[in-house]
């Protein structure tokens, strides 16, 4: 991904065609009943949490004012909440003291012995998590599900009777200190009521709940849910806006150009300085799932390729990754991500494998900029360790070149090494650097590929029609 954080402005630059606003003015009167209807309903359910729940897990406020600062749901109250507080400020006078008790007590050696107190402190624990129930009562159990009916997701379930009172003690200091910890944050301006993160979002026939947080303007972001044209990546505030610009939207694909297909599969590829609004919508729409991704605005210097699956309607985004014009080290992806509805069907393996066949044709060796998700690690170690098997298996010579695999597949050699080293394939011995031909390996790869051979999910090299583009 690239690593330069852009200013995140408040722009709704290609959120919306510029007639949107007269047609607001110009909505009927049942559109703007529903808002008042869905406002008091709003109203209503922040009164009933906060009428509920009025105790600040940090002990400090007799209320909630900050969403971001304390769960609104919790079941304590806002005397238990003060006096949960004082507990803890006393044990962690009472932990300092004895920490220090203990470091004038030890000598000064590299591994120390557990200390008395910390022996008896273990004992301690162990008697009070043999105390906890077996099991919940009857009475219990009913009194547990009809605070469920009663409350659903509003409130914390009833957690007494769980676990031992110490497990819980534990998970209620650990429940303050994150709010302790976020209060700071809000408190710093380093995040702010209403905009901290979409909930939901609408995309074409999809309702894709979100992972992160993306700089939308904070007039979309605090709405909770936006409305997005899966054509053009427009986004919206409600579904009547959705479906007047869906009225009058004449995209069905990606701008720019399309320069692979095969079957229902397409890619294109679209300049971040010629089709600016588009890219930077699909950045921030990509932020929503991605938790490293710093591009929002600067997508100048990028290009970006655009996979889609087609249908009579038009072509559905799958996903895309982005690439600098000019990579002084080499990267064929700056960031990657496959939509959230495609996951875990072979669609982030075909675009990982698509960056690499770029770079073979612009004869070079590709990698990922760094770094890389948690999700997209998974996915270049998994295809990593294909393409070495494969080239194993196809494998006749007697010595094997790290540079020459690295020639032919335009996998970096340090990519290489480490998928190597985690397949336990790569040996010292004798002064010299071993490959091992582990033919386990190989043959679990054969299986599996012979399952997928009715699989549509590889990319076809003839498919392309694509020159290296020259310049920026």
């Known amino acids: 991904m690239p690593r330069r954080k852009r200013n995140a402005g408040s722009s709704s630059d290609g959120t919306e065609d510029s007639d949107f606003s007269t047609d607001l003015e110009h909505t009927d009167s049942s559109e703007s009943d529903g808002t008042s209807r869905r406002s008091a309903r709003v109203t209503r359910s922040s009164a009933r949490l906060s009428q509920s729940s009025q105790g600040h897990l940090t002990g400090k406020h007799e209320r909630h004012f900050s969403i971001s600062g304390c769960p609104l749901y919790h079941n304590l109250s806002a005397d238990e909440c003060k006096v949960r507080a004082q507990s803890r400020d006393k044990q962690i006078e009472e932990r300092m003291l004895s920490h220090r008790q203990d470091d004038n007590n030890r000598h000064a050696t590299r591994h120390q012995a557990p200390t ?37 997701n509003t409130r914390e379930p009833l957690l007494e009777n769980l676990t031992s009172e110490y497990d819980l003690d534990l998970f209620r200091r650990a429940q303050a200190r994150a709010s ?125 390729y655009v996979m889609t699956e087609a249908d009579n309607t038009g072509c559905h985004l799958i996903g895309y990754f982005s690439k600098e014009k000019n990579s002084f080290l080499n990267y064929n992806v700056s960031c990657i991500l496959t939509m959230p509805q495609y996951m875990r069907q072979g669609y982030g393996k075909m675009l990982i494998d ?109 498919c392309l029609k694509w020159t290296p583009p020259k310049g920026t």
């Not at 906890?132 to 009916?149: A, F, P, V, W």
């Open 354 to 462: 698509f960056s690499y066949l770029l770079s073979k044709v612009e004869e070079k060796v590709g990698s990922p900029e760094r770094p890389l998700s948690d999700l997209g690690l998974i996915s270049y170690r998994s295809y990593w360790k294909e393409v070495l098997l494969r080239y194993l298996h196809n494998f006749q010579g007697k010595e094997i070149s790290i540079k020459e695999i690295s020639q032919e597949t335009a996998v970096n050699p340090v990519d290489i090494v480490s998928t190597l080293q985690a397949l336990q394939m790569l040996k010292y011995w004798k002064g010299k650097h071993l490959v091992l031909k582990r033919q386990d390996l190989i043959d679990e790869w054969i299986a599996k590929e012979a399952k997928r051979s009715t699989s549509n999910k590889t990319m076809d090299p003839s």
């Open 180 to 304: 302790e910890d976020l209060e700071k944050l809000r408190l710093q301006g380093q995040i702010t009521e209403g905009s901290n993160m979409i909930k939901t979002i609408a995309f074409g026939r999809y309702e894709l709940d979100t992972w992160y947080h993306s700089p939308y303007p904070e007039e979309y972001a605090r709405l909770g849910r936006l409305y997005m044209c899966e054509f053009c990546l427009k986004y919206m505030k409600s579904q009547t806006i959705l479906r007047r610009h869906m009225a009058k939207c004449v995209w069905k694909h990606p701008p720019g150009d399309e320069i692979y297909r095969k079957g229902s599969i397409s890619v294109f590829e679209v300049d971040g300085k010629k089709n600016k609004i588009y890219c930077q919508n699909l950045c921030l729409l990509a932020k929503l799932f991605l938790d490293h991704k710093t591009l929002y605005y600067d997508v100048e210097p990028f290009l970006f």
């Open 116 to 152: 008395e107190r910390q022996l008896r402190y273990k004992e301690k624990v162990a008697e009070l998590r043999k105390k906890r129930n077996s099991g919940l009562s009857k009475e219990q159990k009913e009194k547990y599900m009809e605070h469920r009916q009663t409350y659903g």
